[in-house]
């Protein structure tokens, strides 16, 4: 089995497990993109954001170029109960990954509120769970550039009054290796384990899934 064929097979496992068939596994593509370096660079905005201690920071060229990562949106204040479960899941899935965060993989918390998510506020947040500097969370000055990134990356609602009600978004976590434009999605609360199994399943030397590692890992999944 190749490379491509793996991710495709891996994609259609998890989708049993149970990943998220209706929302987009990778940004989508804008047209005309000569090389493969320009169809990277274009799959992506390249918005300013702030960082949890104020520094600039360019979503393309200093947080996905060339990395390995894991990112989501949130708020600090949510309003169902989903976010804070989430990120204190991906604490776990940062410790699953054993020294691996702020070496060779990345993670990113990217308010959607970010009038009231300031760096200062997310700095608060960000103690609660993590100390780990290659947890990065992010907000903004400009609330539109948010609201941007959010829609280019697939965190929206067809319906338009679901989409703008904040107590309805959507909870899947974002894994990618942008070099080699491998990506996915998975719920914000799938357990630990399984997640940094999915992300390690795409590198290169990744160990392959087999039909019944992912028939075992479905069933763990259920009765966790």
């Not at 169902?80 to 990120?87: H, K, R, S």
Request: charged share 30%; with cysteine; aromatic share 10%.
């Amino acid at each position: 089995m190749n490379r491509r064929a793996f991710v495709i097979a891996a994609g259609a496992g998890v989708m049993a497990l149970p990943f998220i068939p209706h929302l987009p596994t990778a940004p989508v593509f804008q047209a005309r993109a000569r090389t493969p370096e320009q169809r990277r660079r274009r799959a992506f905005p390249n918005v300013a954001l702030l960082t949890h201690d104020g520094r600039e920071v360019h979503f393309y060229d200093d947080l996905l170029k060339d990395k390995t990562v894991i990112y989501h949106f949130m708020y600090t204040q949510c309003r169902d109960g989903f976010c804070a479960p989430t990120v204190a899941n991906l604490a776990r899935v940062e410790k699953a990954l054993k020294g691996r965060v702020g070496r060779d993989v990345f993670m990113y918390s990217i308010t959607l509120d970010p009038k009231h998510d300031t760096p200062a506020v997310l700095k608060k947040y960000r103690a609660h769970f993590t100390r780990n500097p290659g947890w990065v969370f992010l907000t903004s000055d400009k609330p539109q550039r948010i609201e941007r990134l959010r829609r280019a990356l697939g965190y929206w609602r067809r319906d338009s009054l679901q989409d703008a009600d904040p107590a309805s978004h959507l909870g899947h976590v974002q894994l990618g290796i942008e070099p080699l434009e491998r990506w996915c999605s998975a719920p914000g609360r799938l357990r630990a384990g399984a997640i940094k199994d999915y992300l390690c399943w795409m590198e290169p030397d990744g160990e392959r899934p087999t039909p019944w590692m992912l028939a075992d890992r479905k069933d763990r999944v259920r009765t966790s």
